[in-house]
């Protein structure tokens, strides 16, 4: 796993932040890109597996990495383009998680 992405959409102090729950209301949109990478826009962090955040120098936009090509990961470099990366994207219902055991 490259990092974790942490996506507040619109939360606010609902108790169920954690120690984050003082955390201002965020706006995050995630767009999956038709042959290309995942976009971010909005407020966000990018977040190693040890917690560190990534710099990203001030950018509310930025795109993941899909194809798995990037010489940049875990962000976008354009590679797809050159690798003819191609997937299409189309939204769909996932289906209930499977329960705890």
């Known amino acids: 796993m490259l990092g974790t992405l942490l996506w507040y959409h619109g939360v606010c102090g609902n108790g169920h932040l954690d120690d984050r729950d003082t955390m201002p209301c965020m706006s995050t949109k995630i767009t999956l890109q038709n042959n290309g990478p995942i976009r971010i826009e909005g407020d966000f962090e990018i977040l190693d597996p040890a917690g560190s955040r990534f710099g990203l120098g001030g950018r509310t936009v930025i795109g993941l990495c899909r194809c798995g090509h990037s010489s940049n990961k875990p962000f976008c470099d354009g590679s ?7 997937d299409t994207v189309t939204a769909r219902e996932l289906p209930p998680p499977k329960p705890k055991l």
């Open 80 to 86: 797809h383009n050159r690798m003819g990366f191609s």
